[in-house]
Protein backbone atom coordinates (compact mmCIF):
# COMPACT_ATOMS: atom_id res chain seq x y z
CA UNK A 1 0.00 0.00 0.00
CA UNK A 2 1.29 3.35 -0.67
CA UNK A 3 -0.14 7.04 -1.54
CA UNK A 4 -0.71 7.73 -5.05
CA UNK A 5 0.88 10.89 -4.44
CA UNK A 6 4.15 9.70 -3.64
CA UNK A 7 3.93 7.07 -6.32
CA UNK A 8 3.55 10.14 -8.58
CA UNK A 9 6.85 11.64 -7.47
CA UNK A 10 8.86 8.56 -7.80
CA UNK A 11 7.56 8.19 -11.55
CA UNK A 12 9.82 11.52 -12.06
CA UNK A 13 12.78 10.10 -9.87
CA UNK A 14 11.82 12.40 -7.13
CA UNK A 15 10.96 12.17 -3.27
CA UNK A 16 10.30 15.73 -2.30
CA UNK A 17 7.89 17.87 -3.99
CA UNK A 18 4.16 18.58 -4.74
CA UNK A 19 1.92 16.13 -6.42
CA UNK A 20 -0.65 17.49 -8.60
CA UNK A 21 -3.53 15.14 -8.99
CA UNK A 22 -6.45 15.11 -11.26
CA UNK A 23 -8.00 11.93 -11.90
CA UNK A 24 -11.60 10.62 -13.03
CA UNK A 25 -13.06 10.90 -9.64
CA UNK A 26 -11.24 13.63 -7.31
CA UNK A 27 -8.18 16.09 -7.77
CA UNK A 28 -5.62 16.65 -4.70
CA UNK A 29 -2.55 18.55 -3.65
CA UNK A 30 -0.34 17.16 -1.77
CA UNK A 31 3.06 17.85 -0.22
CA UNK A 32 5.66 15.16 -0.28
CA UNK A 33 8.93 15.75 1.37
CA UNK A 34 11.83 12.82 1.86
CA UNK A 35 8.82 10.06 1.04
CA UNK A 36 6.14 11.45 3.91
CA UNK A 37 2.88 13.02 2.50
CA UNK A 38 2.14 16.01 4.89
CA UNK A 39 -1.75 15.12 5.33
CA UNK A 40 -2.29 18.19 7.00
CA UNK A 41 -1.66 20.40 4.13
CA UNK A 42 -3.37 18.18 1.39
CA UNK A 43 -5.95 19.62 -0.35
CA UNK A 44 -8.94 17.97 -2.30
CA UNK A 45 -11.27 19.12 -5.12
CA UNK A 46 -14.09 17.01 -6.05
CA UNK A 47 -14.23 17.83 -9.33
CA UNK A 48 -12.32 15.21 -12.01
CA UNK A 49 -12.71 13.73 -15.21
CA UNK A 50 -16.04 11.97 -14.21
CA UNK A 51 -17.64 15.13 -13.32
CA UNK A 52 -16.44 16.90 -15.94
CA UNK A 53 -17.76 14.36 -18.85
CA UNK A 54 -21.59 14.70 -17.29
CA UNK A 55 -20.72 18.57 -17.65
CA UNK A 56 -19.87 17.98 -21.29
CA UNK A 57 -23.05 15.81 -21.70
CA UNK A 58 -25.05 19.07 -20.27
CA UNK A 59 -23.49 21.47 -22.15
CA UNK A 60 -24.22 19.50 -25.30
CA UNK A 61 -27.60 18.75 -24.48
CA UNK A 62 -28.22 22.37 -23.80
CA UNK A 63 -26.28 23.54 -27.52
CA UNK A 64 -28.45 21.26 -28.86
CA UNK A 65 -31.44 19.90 -27.30
CA UNK A 66 -32.40 17.27 -30.18
CA UNK A 67 -29.07 15.27 -28.65
CA UNK A 68 -31.38 12.63 -26.75
CA UNK A 69 -29.65 11.03 -23.79
CA UNK A 70 -29.12 7.66 -25.77
CA UNK A 71 -27.37 9.87 -28.57
CA UNK A 72 -24.58 10.68 -25.77
CA UNK A 73 -23.70 7.58 -24.23
CA UNK A 74 -21.25 8.06 -21.20
CA UNK A 75 -18.47 6.20 -22.71
CA UNK A 76 -18.77 7.81 -25.81
CA UNK A 77 -18.86 11.18 -24.24
CA UNK A 78 -15.34 10.95 -22.30
CA UNK A 79 -14.03 9.77 -25.81
CA UNK A 80 -14.87 12.97 -27.11
CA UNK A 81 -13.44 14.82 -24.25
CA UNK A 82 -10.25 13.65 -24.61
CA UNK A 83 -10.68 13.60 -28.43
CA UNK A 84 -11.76 17.99 -28.20
CA UNK A 85 -11.25 19.59 -25.04
CA UNK A 86 -8.61 21.84 -24.47
CA UNK A 87 -8.13 24.14 -21.54
CA UNK A 88 -8.07 27.91 -22.34
CA UNK A 89 -5.29 30.20 -20.98
CA UNK A 90 -7.57 33.22 -21.40
CA UNK A 91 -11.15 31.87 -20.33
CA UNK A 92 -13.37 34.99 -20.22
CA UNK A 93 -11.59 36.15 -23.42
CA UNK A 94 -12.24 33.03 -25.40
CA UNK A 95 -16.02 32.79 -24.10
CA UNK A 96 -17.05 36.76 -25.35
CA UNK A 97 -15.06 36.51 -28.03
CA UNK A 98 -16.88 33.67 -30.95
CA UNK A 99 -13.38 34.04 -33.16
CA UNK A 100 -11.81 31.91 -30.89
CA UNK A 101 -13.80 29.28 -30.53
CA UNK A 102 -12.29 26.84 -33.10
CA UNK A 103 -15.91 24.96 -33.89
CA UNK A 104 -15.49 21.18 -34.89
CA UNK A 105 -17.65 18.49 -35.88
CA UNK A 106 -17.07 14.83 -34.68
CA UNK A 107 -18.98 11.12 -34.95
CA UNK A 108 -20.02 9.43 -32.44
CA UNK A 109 -19.91 6.04 -33.60
CA UNK A 110 -23.41 5.30 -33.48
CA UNK A 111 -24.70 7.55 -36.46
CA UNK A 112 -24.88 10.49 -34.19
CA UNK A 113 -22.31 13.94 -35.04
CA UNK A 114 -21.75 16.44 -32.70
CA UNK A 115 -20.69 20.19 -33.36
CA UNK A 116 -18.89 21.38 -30.54
CA UNK A 117 -17.94 25.35 -30.31
CA UNK A 118 -16.99 26.79 -26.93
CA UNK A 119 -17.92 23.53 -25.27
CA UNK A 120 -14.50 22.66 -26.16
CA UNK A 121 -12.77 24.48 -23.43
CA UNK A 122 -15.72 24.96 -20.93
CA UNK A 123 -16.05 21.30 -20.15
CA UNK A 124 -12.29 21.46 -18.16
CA UNK A 125 -12.85 25.04 -17.06
CA UNK A 126 -14.78 23.62 -13.38
CA UNK A 127 -11.38 22.12 -12.24
CA UNK A 128 -10.10 25.90 -11.95
CA UNK A 129 -13.61 27.44 -11.37
CA UNK A 130 -15.81 24.67 -9.24
CA UNK A 131 -18.35 27.90 -9.15
CA UNK A 132 -19.31 26.78 -12.30
CA UNK A 133 -20.94 23.33 -11.16
CA UNK A 134 -22.02 25.71 -8.27
CA UNK A 135 -19.40 24.29 -5.93
CA UNK A 136 -17.88 27.21 -3.49
CA UNK A 137 -14.79 25.92 -3.13
CA UNK A 138 -11.33 27.26 -4.60
CA UNK A 139 -10.05 26.05 -8.13
CA UNK A 140 -7.09 23.59 -8.07
CA UNK A 141 -4.41 26.19 -8.58
CA UNK A 142 -5.34 27.93 -5.46
CA UNK A 143 -5.52 24.50 -3.36
CA UNK A 144 -2.11 24.00 -4.56
CA UNK A 145 -1.22 27.19 -3.73
CA UNK A 146 -2.41 26.83 -0.20
CA UNK A 147 -0.51 23.05 -0.06
CA UNK A 148 2.56 25.12 -0.12
CA UNK A 149 1.82 27.99 1.85
CA UNK A 150 0.61 25.27 4.90
CA UNK A 151 4.43 23.61 4.56
CA UNK A 152 7.50 25.05 6.72
CA UNK A 153 8.97 28.24 5.08
CA UNK A 154 12.10 26.35 5.16
CA UNK A 155 10.57 23.75 2.69
CA UNK A 156 8.10 25.66 0.46
CA UNK A 157 11.40 26.94 -2.03
CA UNK A 158 12.53 23.12 -2.80
CA UNK A 159 9.19 21.50 -3.03
CA UNK A 160 7.93 24.85 -5.41
CA UNK A 161 11.03 23.29 -8.06
CA UNK A 162 8.82 20.29 -8.40
CA UNK A 163 5.43 20.69 -8.75
CA UNK A 164 4.58 17.16 -10.22
CA UNK A 165 1.12 16.60 -12.45
CA UNK A 166 -0.32 13.35 -12.37
CA UNK A 167 -4.12 11.91 -13.23
CA UNK A 168 -5.65 11.45 -16.87
CA UNK A 169 -7.38 14.77 -16.66
CA UNK A 170 -3.99 16.53 -16.54
CA UNK A 171 -3.75 16.03 -19.53
CA UNK A 172 -5.88 18.42 -21.42
CA UNK A 173 -4.13 20.71 -24.00
CA UNK A 174 -3.07 23.63 -22.10
CA UNK A 175 -3.29 22.50 -18.97
CA UNK A 176 -0.34 22.41 -17.46
CA UNK A 177 0.30 25.76 -18.83
CA UNK A 178 -2.71 27.48 -17.31
CA UNK A 179 -1.80 25.60 -13.99
CA UNK A 180 1.42 27.12 -13.92
CA UNK A 181 -0.08 30.45 -14.79
CA UNK A 182 -2.51 30.56 -12.14
CA UNK A 183 0.06 29.25 -9.40
CA UNK A 184 2.29 32.00 -10.37
CA UNK A 185 -0.69 34.37 -9.63
CA UNK A 186 -1.62 32.89 -6.47
CA UNK A 187 1.98 33.19 -4.95
CA UNK A 188 2.39 36.77 -6.24
CA UNK A 189 -1.08 37.68 -4.82
CA UNK A 190 -0.60 36.54 -1.28
CA UNK A 191 2.86 37.91 -0.80
CA UNK A 192 4.84 34.73 -1.95
CA UNK A 193 6.36 36.32 -5.40
CA UNK A 194 10.09 34.61 -4.95
CA UNK A 195 8.18 31.55 -4.85
CA UNK A 196 8.72 30.52 -8.35
CA UNK A 197 6.71 27.01 -9.00
CA UNK A 198 8.16 24.95 -11.56
CA UNK A 199 5.60 22.48 -13.22
CA UNK A 200 6.82 18.88 -14.20
CA UNK A 201 4.20 17.18 -16.60
CA UNK A 202 5.69 14.24 -18.42
CA UNK A 203 4.00 13.09 -21.41
CA UNK A 204 2.92 9.80 -19.80
CA UNK A 205 1.22 11.37 -16.58
CA UNK A 206 -1.61 9.79 -17.19
CA UNK A 207 -0.27 6.75 -15.87
CA UNK A 208 2.17 8.48 -13.53
CA UNK A 209 1.27 6.79 -10.37
CA UNK A 210 1.41 3.45 -11.60
CA UNK A 211 4.67 3.96 -13.52
CA UNK A 212 5.92 5.05 -9.90
CA UNK A 213 4.17 1.96 -8.27
CA UNK A 214 6.29 -0.34 -10.70
CA UNK A 215 9.50 1.28 -9.39
CA UNK A 216 9.22 1.57 -6.19
CA UNK A 217 8.43 -1.97 -5.81
CA UNK A 218 11.07 -2.93 -7.69
CA UNK A 219 13.64 -0.68 -5.20
CA UNK A 220 15.82 -3.43 -3.48
CA UNK A 221 14.32 -1.43 0.02
CA UNK A 222 11.18 -2.74 -0.71
CA UNK A 223 11.56 -6.81 -1.49
CA UNK A 224 11.48 -6.54 2.72
CA UNK A 225 7.99 -5.75 2.19
CA UNK A 226 6.07 -7.87 0.09
CA UNK A 227 3.57 -10.67 2.27
CA UNK A 228 4.00 -14.58 0.65
CA UNK A 229 0.26 -15.80 0.56
CA UNK A 230 2.04 -18.83 2.72
CA UNK A 231 2.84 -16.17 5.35
CA UNK A 232 -0.86 -14.43 5.27
CA UNK A 233 -2.51 -17.60 6.12
CA UNK A 234 -0.58 -18.14 9.09
CA UNK A 235 -0.24 -15.02 10.55
CA UNK A 236 -3.78 -13.42 9.49
CA UNK A 237 -4.74 -10.29 8.47
CA UNK A 238 -2.48 -8.23 11.67
CA UNK A 239 0.27 -9.14 9.66
CA UNK A 240 -0.60 -6.11 7.78
CA UNK A 241 -0.15 -3.50 10.30
CA UNK A 242 3.38 -4.68 11.22
CA UNK A 243 4.36 -4.81 7.73
CA UNK A 244 2.92 -1.11 6.84
CA UNK A 245 3.16 0.27 9.68
Not at 145 to 173: E, I, N, W
Request: overall charge positive.
Amino acid sequence: MASTALLALCSTGAFSGLAVEAGAGVCHATPIYAGHSWHRATFRLNVAGSTLSRYLRDLLVAADPDLSQQALPRKAITHLKKRSCYVSLDFEGDLRDPARHHPASFSMGNGCCVRLSSERFRCPEPIFQPGLLGQDEPGLPALAFRALQKMPKTLRTRLADTVVLAGGSTLFPGFAERLEKELEAQCRRHGYAALRPHLVAKHGRGMAVWTGGSMVASLHSFQRRWITRATYQECGSRLLYDVFN
